[in-house]
Nanobody
Framework: QVQLVESGGGLVQGGGSLRLSCEAS????????MGWYRQAPGKQREFVAT???????NYADSVKGRFTISRDNFSKMAYLQMNTLKPEDTAVYYC??????????????WGKGTLVTVSS
């Protein structure tokens, strides 16, 4: 059974930094795209950043130049370095991995989320 666990959230002052981590565990044959999404209070979940197995990254316009996504394939982990944080970055952050387990096709798995709160 595949599980994703996020960590690194917390309370930070505007302009500060946080680094989120997401670790996958379980019966994993391969991981393609890793990504981060977020959901602010009263809003829908939105895309933040993705990174392919080959290292190609993609970012939402709202975080470009401030956030950096990276991955460690050996450890089955993804990271999100968040700098120059703004109050509007406050949200629950979720990681999403596309994972192949056993002999099946690649499927999307989600973590349970980690809360990031940015004070003004």
């Amino acid at each position: 059974q595949v599980q994703l666990v996020e960590s690194g959230g917390g309370l930070v002052q505007g302009g500060g930094s946080l680094r989120l981590s997401c670790e996958a565990s379980g019966s994993i044959v391969g991981i393609s795209t890793m990504g981060w999404y977020r959901q602010a209070p009263g809003k829908q979940r939105e895309f933040v950043a993705t990174i392919t197995a080959g290292g190609i990254t993609n970012y939402a316009d709202s975080v470009k130049g401030r956030f950096t996504i990276s991955r460690d394939n050996f450890s089955k982990m993804a990271y999100l370095q968040m700098n120059t944080l703004k109050p509007e970055d406050t949200a629950v952050y979720y990681c999403n991995f596309r994972i192949r387990s056993g002999f099946g096709a690649y499927e999307d798995y989600w973590g349970k989320g980690t809360l990031v709160t940015v004070s003004s």
